[in-house]
């Protein structure tokens, strides 16, 4: 749905910061990620998932109707800034079944969108992905988040600063957090962003879903200002070097 006026100049207020929002442009790790060339491995299990379609965020711990199926669906959870942009890049890869949108690793329950980026909870702002491992690993997802924010940015992402824009990991599985620190160490020793990784990995506390009007924003809202001079390149990019792998 798109959000109100209100709603939108209030969101826009934190989100005015059109210096790439660490975008892919810039990212020295695209060239070599596009899926299917890249050498990164097979996909990890992992569990957990399902969005609760309302105006609060809410913790949940099963897997969206859709996905109770006979196919061993997984999930993964990444904090990559500003989870609008996450959620655009990791939404259309082929095999992606759901990307929600919400908060995770603070120490107050039921946080809602203001007090997380006021930074008073101690959230990330996080998208909770749903996969098909028959379609695309943990590993490939692993390679996109890389590829598509900075991680050598503590704490910020382009203009927004605060924990709440961290780079991080929540792994779901201990297989998903050797995958990851096996990765994280690959990306280092290669000296790959020329600077030291600082992405965090994190135990996964209480994922909960970001209030409705944050879900698909970017789909719901491609004519909103922020959207179309930080997230529309960002996704065009995603496009050329990712094209043969999304849907």
């Known amino acids: 749905m798109r959000v109100g006026k209100n709603t939108d100049s209030a969101i826009w207020m934190h989100r005015r910061r059109f210096p790439d929002c660490a975008g892919i442009k810039r990212n020295p790790y695209k060239a070599r990620l596009m899926v299917g060339q890249h050498p990164l491995g097979a996909g990890r299990r ?5 969005m609760t379609q309302d105006n609060a965020p809410r913790p949940d711990k099963t897997l969206p109707d859709h996905a109770q199926t006979d196919r061993p669906l997984e999930q993964a959870i990444f904090a990559g800034g500003c989870f609008w942009c996450t959620e655009a890049v990791m939404q259309d890869l082929r095999g992606v079944e ?4 919400g908060y995770i690793g603070g120490s107050v ?4 969108y203001r007090s997380v980026c006021g930074g008073q909870t101690g959230h990330a702002e ?3 992905v749903t996969f098909d491992p028959a379609q695309v690993s943990y590993r490939d997802l692993l390679g996109l988040f890389f590829a598509t924010h900075d991680p050598t940015t503590l704490n910020r992402q382009g203009a927004d ?3 709440q ?3 991080a990991l929540f792994p779901l ?6 995958t990851a620190r096996e990765l994280i160490g690959q990306l280092t020793a290669e000296n790959t962003f020329g600077r030291p990784i600082v992405t965090s ?3 996964a506390s209480t994922f909960y879903v970001a209030e409705a009007y944050h879900q698909n924003y970017y789909k719901n809202n491609p004519g909103q200002g922020y959207c179309m001079a930080v997230i529309s390149p960002k996704v065009a990019k995603l496009r050329q070097h990712y094209g043969d792998r999304l849907r």
């Open 109 to 112: 329950p039921n946080p809602d």
């Open 201 to 203: 990995i994190e135990p």
């Open 98 to 101: 759901q990307v929600e949108s």
């Open 126 to 128: 996080a998208v909770r």
């Open 161 to 163: 600063v605060g924990t």
């Open 46 to 50: 992992e569990h957990n998932g399902h």
């Open 173 to 178: 599985s201990r297989a998903q957090e050797e």
């Open 165 to 167: 824009y961290r780079s």
